[in-house]
């Protein structure tokens, strides 16, 4: 995936929609010609902290103490 396209895209996103990521994959790519996969829209909303997923792994948060008791 190119760097600019997806400053782009983020660009877009703050300024414009405050959507889920599936929602904002459709609007980029219907309204401003950006064609990236809903996955790599997830991400990079997640990495810039525009989207907050629902479900986390509790084994995961909890951390390797899970496997030591």
Known sequence: ??????????????E??????????EKLR???GIALSAETIRALMIAAGLWIPRKVNRAA???????LQ
């Open 16 to 25: 414009r929609y405050a959507l889920g990521p599936t929602l904002a994959c």
């Open 30 to 32: 219907e309204c401003r």
């Open 61 to 67: 948060a909890r951390g390797a103490s899970l496997y």
């Open 1 to 14: 995936m190119p760097e600019g396209m997806a400053r782009r895209a983020l660009a877009v996103l703050r």
